[in-house]
């Protein structure tokens, strides 16, 4: 049985900075996919970034060139970091792996950003 454990969540002002981890344990090998998701009160998940086993990289428009993925394959954790944080930035975000591209999904249990003055 595999877990994903994040960390790092927490309240940052606007134009502030955090930092999300996210690390699977138990049974595994390794994950093809490896990436983040929020949601916000109200609104449905979406897709924030994730990054393929080849290093590929995908991120929402709405967080382009403010945060950055990036992995740690030895260690199966996928980091984000979170740069020049808005409001709207404010969600529970939610660590997701997959062993192969469709099959063996697994989902952390979220860890809650908000971004307020």
């Known amino acids: 049985q595999v877990q994903l454990v994040e960390s790092g969540g927490g309240l940052v002002q606007p134009g502030g900075s955090l930092r999300l981890s996210c690390a699977a344990s138990g049974s595994t090998s390794g994950f093809y996919y490896m990436g983040w998701y929020r949601q916000a009160p109200g609104k449905q998940r979406e897709l924030v970034a994730f990054?393929?086993?080849?290093?590929?990289?995908n991120y929402a428009a709405s967080v382009k060139g403010r945060f950055t993925i990036s992995r740690d394959n030895a260690k199966n954790t996928v980091f984000l970091q979170m740069n020049t944080l808005e409001p709207e930035d404010a969600a529970v975000y939610y660590c997701?792996?997959?062993?192969?591209?469709?099959?063996?999904?697994?989902w952390g249990q979220g860890t809650q950003v908000n971004v307020s003055s």
């Open positions: 990054m393929i086993s080849s290093g590929t990289t």
């Open positions: 997701h792996a997959r062993v192969r591209p469709t099959t063996g999904y697994y």
